[in-house]
């Protein structure tokens, strides 16, 4: 209860992390990973624990000796007392590409298909980098696209099954005006003028 869900998007290369990429959701955890609203580059996760998040992730490939694409759901719990360290728990651990691979590639302006092909196929490895170090002018936000209007006795509440038929992805220069384009694309939701009655 009260924990966040971090979704780490990576490719490793004979236990070796090459590229990696966090998001965040929005939503608390519980809801399907497939339904929830990612932010990418996340700005509400400091430093030290996108840092731990990393270490995760190559602790990950080398203990499974991943080659190739993988991704993780990770249950972030922030401490109550703020000289304590936030609670880090891996949920889930999938050795394939996600549905969100192409989100954090184009965000990232990293293939990330790409570079899990040449590490598949054992050529032209890319060097390893940290996508995460570096600074973002903008941000970039997922939402799902329902069709409960669509679907005469559908149930509108997220779980942990999934019930999305689709995604918008949509840029800003923060988070609040990629969530509120992405939003009105997937639900034509019109924003009000201002001072409107």
């Known amino acids: ?10 490719v490793a290369h004979q236990g070796k992390l090459i590229v990696h990429a966090i998001s965040e959701h929005v939503e608390n955890a519980g809801v399907h990973s497939g339904d929830a609203t990612l932010v990418l580059p996340t700005r509400d996760i400091n430093d030290a624990t996108k840092s731990k998040l990393k270490t995760v992730a190559e602790k990950l ?18 401490a109550s007392d703020p000289s304590q360290e936030p ?3 891996v949920i889930e651990c999938n050795v394939r590409a996600s549905r969100s691979f192409p989100f954090v ?9 790409t570079t899990a092909t040449h590490a598949l196929c054992d ?3 890319p060097a390893p980098q940290d996508l995460m170090a570096k600074d973002y002018d903008y941000q970039a936000v997922k939402v799902p696209q329902f069709s409960w209007t669509r679907l005469g006795g559908a149930d509108p509440f997220l779980g942990v ?3 999305s038929t689709g995604e918008v992805a949509c ?13 009105q694309s997937v639900q034509n939701f019109k924003l009000p003028a201002a001072n409107s009655s």
Do not use: C, W
């Open 87 to 89: 609670v880090l728990k």
């Open 171 to 183: 840029f800003g220069r923060d988070k609040e005006e990629a969530y509120l384009t992405a939003v």
């Open 161 to 163: 099954e999934m019930a």
């Open 105 to 113: 590639s184009k965000v990232l302006g990293h293939n990330f298909i």
């Open 61 to 78: 490939a080398k203990a499974f000796q991943i080659t190739g694409p993988f991704n993780m759901q990770i249950i972030h719990k922030p």
């Open 123 to 125: 050529k032209d490895v």
């Open 1 to 10: 209860a009260g924990a966040q869900e971090i979704d780490i998007d990576a």
